[in-house]
């Protein structure tokens, strides 16, 4: 149920886009528009977007039949166009009207499913090969569950959401509305619970749960750990990348967004309206306060009680000046 190039309407007119987004036009309106490709690489029924000025040398080159660009860049272009403050959102919003998340409107079970007799299900929804779904389970209605997919014992889950093929969500997890799960994922898992004794490590019963929100996306082969005691918390809108790790008992606020390979130990709360850049480590029990932007490969130690940028990487230098980077720090470590 992947954004699909099958589309409810076949073509949009330039002034239609104009008046779903809020944007004023410039040329013609009656312009159609059946599809979205990059500045480079349009063609003729085609739509694009310019929200990055480097690439605002290929205006002059773009075969597309229309641009998505700001007042200010538009000076001096000629064919159609459509203005607005923000050309990146709107592209997101064009993108969602021109190739929408495609839900079922009738009951599509197969029947290779393997489904418990006391489960709910709200009609209609689509079930794919081979999904098993235990006892005690809630589906919402326009659900899409894909093939291959498990979900456990007393799982509820919400209404439009897409499930894709071979997630696997185990007991007890909560999931919201309008949520998607790629490919992968690994939801309720248990998390590293353990206690050292003299005859090695004793594992400590992961009795919570995990609680998704709505309008929450994850990844693929993402990993999202159950409570040790008490539940793991994904708020409303969150929106996760492939191969994070988020660890028992974590709590993640509303509208943060976290890139790719981020693993955020126990018991860590992130705030409202953070961004986590990709490869980020966190460890755990500590607090990030909201509206926190944390750039790639940052290790953070400490919590975070003001908002603002945070960083800890080295970027990346010619192999010669990091060699020299490297022994001016290890002459300042023998100093002190």
């Known amino acids: 149920m992947m954004a699909s190039n099958k589309k409810y309407e076949t073509v949009f007119s330039l002034s239609r886009l104009a008046d779903y987004i809020g944007a004023e036009i410039s040329g013609d309106p009656e312009c159609q528009i059946s599809g979205i490709s990059t500045i480079q690489n349009a063609k003729e029924g085609e739509i694009t977007f310019l929200s990055n000025p480097c690439y605002k040398k290929h205006l002059k080159t773009t075969k597309a039949s229309a641009v998505i660009i700001s007042r200010a860049e538009s ?3 000629q064919s159609n166009y459509l203005i607005c403050s923000d050309p990146y959102l ?3 919003k064009i993108s969602q009207l021109l190739y929408p998340l495609l839900l079922p409107n009738s009951d599509e079970i197969h029947e290779t499913a393997v489904i418990a007799d006391n489960v709910q299900i709200s009609s209609p929804v689509k079930i794919g090969s081979g999904v098993t779904i235990e006892e005690n389970t809630v589906i919402g209605e326009r659900t899409a569950i894909n093939a291959g997919a498990f ?3 007393g799982v509820s889950i919400g209404e439009k959401v897409t499930i894709y093929p ?5 007991d007890g997890v909560v999931i919201g509305d309008d949520c998607i799960i790629h490919s992968g994922a690994v939801i309720g898992a248990d998390g590293l619970g353990f ?15 995990v609680r998704i929100g709505s309008n929450v996306e994850i990844g693929a082969n993402t990993t999202i750990d159950r409570g040790a005691i008490g539940d793991t918390v994904i708020a409303d809108g969150v929106k996760l990348d492939n191969l ?3 660890a028992h008992n974590v709590k993640i606020g509303r509208n943060t967004a976290i890139a790719a390979s981020v693993g955020i130990a126990g018991s860590t709360e992130v705030g409202e309206n953070c961004t986590i850049a990709g490869k980020v480590g966190i460890i755990g029990h500590l607090e990030i306060c909201a509206d926190c932007h944390i750039t790639a490969m940052s290790l953070v130690t400490k919590s975070i009680k003001t908002p603002g940028v945070y960083s800890s990487s080295m970027p990346a230098l010619p192999d010669k000046v990091w060699h020299k980077v490297v022994a001016k720090i290890r002459r300042l470590a023998k100093k002190t």
């Open 75 to 77: 000076c001096g272009y």
């Open 90 to 92: 709107a592209y997101a």
């Open 151 to 153: 979900i456990g014992k």
């Open 166 to 170: 071979n997630v696997t969500i185990l």
């Open 195 to 209: 206690a050292r004794s003299k005859e090695g490590w004793q594992k400590i019963a992961q009795i919570g749960k």
């Open 244 to 246: 994070i790790q988020i």
